[in-house]
């Protein structure tokens, strides 16, 4: 549904202060030397030396007098406020890059990247029953799954609609259309629409009969979209508490498979690393994106190895690395299990921009890697990564320089990691 986009703006002024007139010549003596003891900012007594000049460029706007002669309301503890900031600034920046990088991009911990751990399960969503108009109705709501997303060859997707109340008590739902589609653009044929049969029976993909929960399952390549390559759309329209509504459900198909698993998985200690290599029969040569999730031996997400690389045509292993660092920091339970692999041939500024490779579901293969012997500590390195430290460095260095030339006297802040082994 469309959202409003987000007009609010900020906007920054500078409050002037002016000093007050009439006061006798103690007063004035009195607020010249207090005004030549915060312009230092360390109370010793002014000397004949000049302060530095402060900071210049984009960073530090508002330095310059104000139009009119006023003079800029920038004061000496605020000079040191915006430098003190730049630091922490550079220093979170090199940081964070350090941090980000100690194991390669192939080789991530699980945690950071908690939506594709379980990439078969359903997903579900709960929505006010959506009318005609754009209208919706907050008194019935419609909780929906599917199956999945992306479909391969002889793969099919599961759909399943439920009505409940404010309550989440069961609303009665009647399926009165159900149809799919495959969407085209253009001067592009139409394709057949096939129907789908939707039952709350027990039979089938539909788990438990008479719960109000109504299932359909849509099998591209079993019906009249198995040559359609692209986004298949499938509306339902419904009847529940006395209202009509509709839901959409939208999945991208492949009707043919670039690649194919031969079954065949092994494993090795290399480069210090755990690698998995798992044999496929490639008929379309091309870059292949490959993800499998790791899990330790209580079950428990470890991490996730992708695989982004050339291909050529026949047999061809893909490699799946668990990162040795990341073994001894994490600490998983081994040996470690290869689970839910899933892979596809990218097709660079084609829509869809995929062809599918079959996802081999649930445990793929279990390690026999029963000990961290051959499993180096040491962080992952490349050239690209030891460009980007250098030049974060650098301008962390400058800025930790500019503060210190700017207050000799004061500690510098402390750094929020040290410098890479």
Request: hydrophobic content about 35%; charged content about 20%.
């Amino acid at each position: 549904m469309p959202t409003e986009p987000d007009n609010t703006h900020a906007r920054r002024g500078w409050r002037r202060h002016a000093l007050p007139a009439g006061l006798g010549a103690l007063v004035l003596a009195a607020l010249a030397a207090l005004g030549l003891y915060l312009a230092r900012g360390d109370g010793a007594p002014a000397g004949p030396a000049a302060a530095p000049p402060p900071p210049s460029g984009p960073q530090f706007f508002g330095r310059q007098a104000n139009e009119g002669g006023l003079p800029a309301p920038d004061t000496r503890a605020e000079q040191r406020r915006q430098l003190v900031e730049q630091v922490k600034l550079t220093d979170h920046t090199y940081c964070s890059y350090l941090e980000g990088t100690r194991y390669p991009h192939a080789s991530r911990p699980a945690a950071q990247h908690a939506d594709q751990i379980h990439p078969n399960q359903p997903i579900a969503e709960m929505n006010p029953m959506r009318l005609e108009g754009g209208k919706s109705s907050a008194d019935v709501l419609l909780q929906s799954s599917q199956s999945r997303v992306y479909l391969a060859a002889g793969e099919g997707v599961a759909f399943t609609l439920r009505t409940v109340d404010a309550q989440g008590q069961v609303v009665p739902l009647v399926i009165t259309r159900a149809v799919a589609q495959g969407m085209t653009y253009g001067d592009s044929r139409p394709t057949p629409q096939v129907s789908l049969a939707f039952a709350d029976d027990g039979g089938g993909a539909d788990p438990v009969a008479g719960d109000g929960t109504f299932t359909a399952v849509l099998s591209p390549a079993q019906g009249g979209l198995a040559g359609f390559h692209g986004t298949i759309r499938t509306e339902v329209r419904y009847n529940a508490g006395g209202r009509s509504g509709f839901v959409l459900f939208d999945v991208v198909y492949t009707p043919t498979l670039p690649a194919v698993w031969t079954g065949q998985v092994r494993e090795a200690t290399e480069d210090g690393s755990l690698q998995f290599y798992l044999r496929a029969e490639v008929r379309q040569p091309g870059r292949y994106i490959v993800s499998g999730r790791v899990d330790d031996a209580r079950g428990r997400p470890f991490a996730l190895a992708t695989f982004n690389d050339l291909l050529g045509p026949g047999p061809q292993d893909v490699k799946l690395t668990v990162f040795g660092k990341l073994m001894h920091d994490g600490a998983p339970q081994l040996p470690l299990v290869l689970r839910d692999v899933e892979g596809y041939l990218l097709r660079e500024n084609l829509d869809p921009d995929r062809l599918l490779m079959p996802r081999l579901e649930g445990r793929v293969f279990a390690s026999k890697t029963g000990s961290l012997k051959g499993i180096s500590d040491e962080e992952w390195q490349s050239e690209e990564r030891s460009r980007y430290l250098t030049e974060y460095a650098k301008d962390r260095n400058a800025a930790r320089a500019r503060l210190a030339a700017f207050d000799p006297e004061a500690p510098l802040p402390p750094s929020a990691c040290a410098a890479p082994r």
